[in-house]
């Protein structure tokens, strides 16, 4: 027996002595390869540097398993794809650290005709849009058969508004809707079953929250009340799952973990386990019937993801955003979360952040992409076809608001 042991052991010093050999090779291959130098190929986050975790996502896009968009820095020729070739470049700045060449012109695809289209590699660009009629911040956002509702905020002047416009993606155009009963900011959005969602908000300059809510009939261009929150709150975050509409967190005084869903059919709100982190000026967005909300602020920003299984009634904690940020939007499109925007940014005079980032549930990673043309916060983001619509928010933390409209388009 003790003989067997023996052989045993022996057997698996020899393969583990073979292992280390083959990544000892590995190594010297990849070092001693010639490579041109790159600006930072496989540097997903932008911070310089290579991970572990990241030589895996440019695996899994050399495999096909995720999209090139998950990590454009792995695509070193901008072809859409990543090659062997690519993969020991990126291996090679995690062992030696990111060359700091400059890149090299690269050849990206052309979008569809549209203003302004700021293009970048993976198949990511953002495009200008038809103005906003009026420069409106701390809106709430919604698509409803084609159209996106942008609802209340603060104007210009930084006063409170009821205001309800409506773009028509099809004509880049901007048309007036039936007001809100009542003006309101930082007001949550969904629509579900023909209707359109104004979910809570805050009142006036006092930023009291209100428990209101409103359902907006197009085919009558009229708003209804029906069953009022369990608790008032604004600065929340909503998402419809199979018809249902999740709030999660806001403001009511102090940062809230409230969690509760509302049945329009039933007209029925119903309390859940609350959101693990209390918090204001979220995000949330609903991919594969699961509810994700990302970032948000309670007296300091949040980097945090938590997910909420409807199925087993439970929340997780997943891996957080690079950027840390309140005041953002996000949006589902493909599979994936966009986080974009934001407001707290101390490395930019006017405190917003230009990031978009998006998650891939798929592998529980972050990757950037192009940064916003005009950073902002307050914010609403919907996705129609494959883009993601961002309409208003503020141009600097604060009031500042702003009527700018773009879409982040994914090729």
């Not at 090679?92 to 700091?100: P, S």
């Not at 969690?259 to 386990?273: H, I, K, S």
């Not at 599979?335 to 934001?342: D, M, Q, S, Y």
Request: aromatic share 8%; charged share 15%.
């Amino acid at each position: 027996m003790e003989r067997a042991n023996t052989s045993q052991r022996r057997t698996a010093r020899q393969r583990h002595r073979s292992r280390i050999v083959w990544l000892l090779a590995f190594a010297w291959l990849v070092l001693a390869r010639p490579t041109a130098a790159q600006p930072c190929a496989g540097d997903c986050t932008g911070n310089a540097a290579v991970t572990v975790d990241e030589i895996v996502i440019g695996v899994g896009i050399a495999l096909g398993l995720v999209g090139v968009f998950n990590c454009p820095a792995f695509d070193i020729d901008h072809d859409a794809q990543v090659t062997v070739d690519e993969l020991l470049v990126a291996v090679n700045n995690a062992l030696n650290g990111c060359a700091l060449a400059a890149p090299s012109p690269s050849a990206t695809a052309t979008p569809t005709p549209t203003v302004n289209a700021t293009v970048t590699p993976g198949g990511v660009c953002w495009e200008s849009l038809a103005s906003l009629p009026q420069a409106r911040q701390e809106v709430g956002a919604a698509e409803l058969e084609g159209l996106i509702y942008v609802i209340g905020g603060f104007d210009g002047a930084g006063n409170p508004v009821s205001t309800v416009e409506y773009y028509d993606p099809a004509t880049d155009a901007w048309f007036p809707a039936a007001p809100l009963p009542a003006s309101l900011h930082h007001v949550a959005a969904a629509a579900v079953d023909g209707r359109v969602y104004a979910i809570g908000g805050l009142s006036g300059f006092t930023f009291t929250p209100v428990d209101a809510l409103s359902a907006y009939n197009p085919s009558s261009n009229s708003w209804e009340p029906r069953a009022p929150l369990p608790r008032p709150r604004g600065a929340a975050a909503a998402a419809v799952i199979d018809g249902l509409i999740y709030v999660a967190g806001g403001l009511r005084g102090q940062s809230v973990d409230d969690f509760a869903m509302y049945d329009p059919v039933a007209n029925q709100w119903t309390e859940l386990e609350a959101m693990p982190t209390a918090r204001d000026h979220l995000a949330a967005a609903p991919i594969d019937g699961i509810f994700y909300a990302v970032g948000g602020r309670a007296g300091r920003l949040f980097d945090i993801v938590e997910a909420f299984d409807p199925q087993s009634k439970s929340w997780a904690t997943l891996r957080p955003m690079p950027t840390a940020r309140g005041g953002l939007a996000a949006a589902a499109l493909g599979g994936r979360l966009f986080a974009v925007g934001g407001e707290g940014n101390p490395l930019n005079p006017l405190g917003v952040f230009p990031q978009a980032e998006v998650y891939d549930p798929l592998t529980n990673m972050w990757a950037s992409v192009a940064d916003m043309p005009t950073p902002r916060h307050g914010i609403g983001a919907v996705t129609f076809g494959d883009r993601i619509i961002v309409p208003g928010g503020a141009t600097r933390a604060g009031f500042g608001a702003s009527a700018v409209n773009e879409a982040l388009r994914v090729h």
